[in-house]
């Protein structure tokens, strides 16, 4: 399902190269959970943005349901995100003009798959307890809630990769508890492949498969 | 497909939305875009309806040169639209024997200056001015009103400042004409007054005026005239012309106006490129500005743009997005230029034209197709200005990997 061989990532910087991820392989099976550990600056986030396509590596490859990535011309790479892998950043990640439901039927939209587009998100929303907040614009909404719009909107396209970049590293418990059920639930009812990067060991343990990068690459 | 257009809906509508963010920033923008535009429009629109104006204004100057008796009196004023009354008089057949070259057109006149006409209360005096209708090159190009048809031998043209309307009979030493056309207003008092008739009917009217006054003025004889008005050859040299003319015939005295007419035409049309390029150099500054401002803007929404990317969009989208945010501020701020140029020009029209026109300057108007081909060229221009201006900026957002820019490094 995911496979990555030899990846690298080396930043050009003003003091000089900085090797972020140094050969790195992995595999992750189709319909696994996997979680991604490591401490700050070895490495996580430079991994996941080659492997969700959104940062070239300087060397390897990326193959993502047989297809590698990085051999696709930009627009079509573009395309395969839209299509086959929804992305829960570290960050806020919605566009502020934009109310909840738009937010969510974006990559359908930009993919020209307008067609219903808009229904289908706001029953993503509902399933997401924000039945109430399909108007809302992110300003409107608490954290947790915009979380949760983040994860309705990853899996709108119905991905096949599901990546999620410490999704609840700014949340409290109780909400954290609540996003990540609602990830291991599209995980198990979908069937989509979870690779979830989290400094929480807790949460990693309840992973099928834990990756331990350190110092860019992955410890045996 | 429904669909593409849908994603183009939304590019439109998400566009739109980032103007509506920063409402004073996008209003700047709009009214940069809006001064540039209401002086191009305003600006194209006089500079093309003077030069129209003066084109007409010089063709109906027509004459360059004036050929009178040594000892008439001339009126340089008069712009060479007609000879001087005088009772000086020159044979008729003066330029047709050795046509002086470098003359293009010779258009013969008799002006007589009377008071017995029998026009207005007694003591009335008239300038009949005879021409050839068929040589002339004038009298005719002043007409505003006339009736259908050629003009005939029982008609008379009149004066702006006469009130005779155009139809009705006007008697003059007993002989009723047919008012056939009107002038419009010269600027030379004289001709104001004037009644224009070909120079046969003058001709026909002397035994009647030599009853009437006891003598025969000199230039109702069929074999004098008053003087000739001139036109160059073109490349025709005036002071060659003119030195040509005096050393056939020493009784004459020539006139000339049309090198200072001359200059002013040339002035005018170098006047009107510098105004072009002018214009060209505000809109591609304005196309600068929108540069930076939209490098400024595509920075400052970087991680926005990532956002789009990492999501699936698509480059061309991306520079869609910003292309079309800066095309339709700058589109609105063309429509507000026009709308603001056209009410400059009801301005203009107010004021200046009013005054030339009372001047007895003609000011055409550029015509509603070129007027609104103006301003449809504006228009363009400011949608082109935001085009050009976002495209460099969001070429280069689009070029960037999404990582990196929802990072938001660099
Ligand atoms: N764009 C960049 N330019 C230069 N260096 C970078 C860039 N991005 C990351 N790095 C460096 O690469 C290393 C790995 O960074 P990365 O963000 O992948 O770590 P991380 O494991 O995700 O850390 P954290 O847990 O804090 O998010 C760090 O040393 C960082 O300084
Ligand atoms: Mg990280």
Known sequence: MLICEGLSKTYDTDRGPVAAIRGVDLTVNAGRYAAIIGRSGSGKSSLMAMIGGLSRPSAGCVKVAGTDLWSLGADAR??????????????????????????????????????????????????????????????????????????????????????????????????EREIMGLLERANRARGTTLVLVTHNLALAAQAEQVIQVADGAVAP | MADASGARLLLARLALQNLGRRRIRTGLLVAAVALSSAIAFAGAVIMRS??????????????????????????LTAALLVVEPSDSTLPADLLATGKAPGIARAAPQRVLRTDRSGIGTHGESVDLIGFDPLDDFTVQPWITERLPGAMGPRDVIVGSARTARLGTELVLFGTPFRVYGK???????????????????????????????????????????????????????????????????????????????????????????????????????????????????????????????????????IIGLTVLEAMMATAAGGVFGVVAGALLLRLFERSLVFHLTQMGVPFLWLDRLDMALSAGLCLVAAALVGMVGAFIPSLRASRREPYDLVRGDG
């Open chain 1, 78 to 175: 573009a395309r395969f995100r839209a299509r086959n892998i929804g992305y829960v950043f570290q960050f806020a990640s919605l566009l502020p003009t934009l109310r909840a439901l738009d937010n969510v039927a974006l990559p359908l939209l930009l993919d020209g798959r307008g067609q219903g587009a808009r229904e289908r998100a706001a029953a993503l929303l509902e399933e997401m307890g924000l039945g109430a907040h399909l108007d809302a614009f992110p300003s409107e909404m608490s954290a947790g809630e915009q979380r949760r719009v983040v994860i309705a909107r990853a899996l709108v396209g119905d991905p096949v990769l599901l990546l999620a970049d410490e999704p609840t590293s700014d949340l409290d418990e109780e909400t």
């Open chain 2, 50 to 75: 003077i030069e129209s104006s003066m084109s007409v204004g010089f063709s109906r100057l027509g004459a360059d040169l004036m050929v009178v008796p040594l000892d008439a009196l001339t009126h």
């Open chain 2, 183 to 317: 002038l419009s207003a010269t600027g030379v008092g004289t001709h104001e007054r004037g009644i224009f008739l070909s120079s046969n009917s003058l001709l026909a009217l002397a035994p009647a005026i030599q009853t009437q006054t006891g003598t025969l003025p000199p230039m109702l004889r069929p074999d004098r005239v008053s003087g000739f008005l001139l036109q160059l050859a073109p490349g025709a040299r005036e002071l060659q012309v003119r030195f040509a003319l005096l050393s056939h015939h020493p009784q004459i005295k020539v006139v000339a106006g049309g090198s200072l007419l001359t200059g002013i035409r040339q002035g005018l049309s170098a006047l009107l490129s510098g105004a072009v390029v002018l214009v060209a150099l505000m809109f591609g500054s304005t196309a600068v500005m929108v540069g930076v401002l939209f490098s400024a803007i595509v920075s400052e929404r970087r991680a926005e743009l990532g956002l789009l990317k990492a999501i699936g969009a698509r480059r061309g989208q």
